[in-house]
């Protein structure tokens, strides 16, 4: 288990490119009529490199936002979970090292349930659940699949998605399945939206490897907003979104209007030097992957809804952050970008209906967590966030 996690937090890492370029934040923001651009600015940020250990991340593999605003932290170094106020005070460490109740040893990324209580599966110990003052409630193994991504839909419920592995032949067959389950019972699934197959050669361990790297490179991309579901299922390759009500009826489909974008040669080898020295340096095993770099950007690098139910889309092709606002019907609404930054290459954000964050993957000093808003506002507080 400890191989496998170790490769898929190499492999997410991997996902959002490996330039270390300068950001152009002077380039045109591609099909979009500028009258519906605003720009996205950084208020403030939580961590620093040296000083009072409760800023000192080791590393942080993601972040979120609680109902009352608060920022969670998961550390999967130091094995907690952070804890601030909205205003980015700290408040409590949530959960510590160790094999016990409530411990943690490979902590994944939190779901803050509308109650205020916390759910973390850990790639070694399980389904860890705390309550709203970050108390253990229960913790215990995951029989089904292990969750590679969680988010919280409401005060009980929990939106993830699931990766298995069957044997067929001389064939392995890994799925990738988005589902809800009840956060008291995560071995019950609810619903079902979404299932992916994809049948790996276990034959030739070298075509074995290269379909691994090429399966888990960029995993699928989900996300929820109010009484539906939003799927990517192939966010590299194809600008495409999934929408399905609650009960996993089919709402719509989505194609946006995204280009081909291809990488210049010098992003193609800085790609490829930096994945083969993260290969190298992640273990013994995984440095023996045939990789091959992508020529193109990915078309989608991450998924979002805020409070207002729009679904925020990131360009994968675009070096300076840019999100497009949909909603459920697939009308375009605004453009937001983040300019003015050149750090933001591997960032991740977190978009939610309480908020957003963002976090450096892969920071050249120390990790921060970023806490980003609007830098203006107009009147028309239905068309622009405040």
Not at 262 to 284: A, C, D, G, M, N
Not at 298 to 313: A, K, Q, Y
Not at 326 to 331: C, P, R
Request: hydrophobic share 40%; glycine share 6%.
């Amino acid at each position: 288990m400890k191989i496998v996690s170790a490769i898929f937090l190499l492999l997410c890492l991997l996902a959002c490119g490996s330039e270390r370029t300068q950001t152009d934040n002077s380039q045109t923001v591609y099909g979009v009529n500028h009258a519906n651009v605003c720009t996205l600015t950084v208020v403030d940020s939580i961590g620093v490199e040296l000083g009072d250990s409760n800023y000192v991340f080791g590393a942080i593999r993601n972040v979120a936002i609680g109902p009352g605003g608060d920022i969670f932290a998961v550390d999967w170094i130091k094995c907690t979970i952070f804890r601030y106020s909205s205003s980015g005070d700290f408040i409590q460490r949530i959960g510590r090292r160790g094999s016990g109740p409530g411990e943690m040893l490979q902590p994944g990324n939190p779901a803050i349930l509308d109650d205020g209580s916390i759910c973390v599966f850990d790639y070694e110990l399980g389904w860890q659940r705390y309550d709203s003052d970050g108390i253990s409630i229960s913790s215990g193994p995951f029989l089904r699949p292990f969750p590679m991504q969680i988010m919280a839909l409401d005060s009980t419920s929990v939106l993830g998605m699931l990766s298995g592995l069957s044997r067929e032949d001389n064939y392995l067959i890994t799925n990738k399945r988005i589902c809800r389950w009840d956060a008291d019972d995560p071995d019950s699934v609810q619903v079902e939206y979404f299932c992916s197959e994809y049948l790996l050669d276990a034959v030739d361990i070298i075509q074995f490897r290269k379909d691994i790297v090429r399966v888990d490179f960029f995993p699928i991309l989900f996300t929820a907003g109010h009484g539906f579901v939003c799927v990517a299922p192939e966010p590299r390759t194809e600008p495409l979104l999934l929408l399905f009500h609650e009960d996993a009826s089919v709402m719509d489909t989505l194609t946006l209007p995204y280009p081909e974008v291809t990488r210049t040669e010098e992003e193609i080898l800085e790609q490829k030097r930096f994945v083969e020295e993260l290969f190298y340096h992640t273990s013994r095993y995984t440095h023996q992957v045939e990789w091959e770099p992508f020529l193109n950007k990915p078309m989608i690098t991450n998924l979002g809804v805020d409070s207002l139910n729009r679904i925020w889309v990131q360009r994968g092709f675009e070096q300076c952050p840019t999100f497009d606002l949909y909603d459920t019907s697939g009308e375009h609404l605004m453009t937001a970008v983040l300019p003015g930054r050149d750090d933001t290459d591997h960032w991740k954000f977190n978009i939610s209906r309480r908020g957003i964050l963002a976090v450096p993957e892969d920071p050249e000093s120390y990790y921060s967590v970023y806490m980003i808003r609007f830098a203006e506002v107009k009147q028309n507080a239905s068309k622009w966030e405040k």
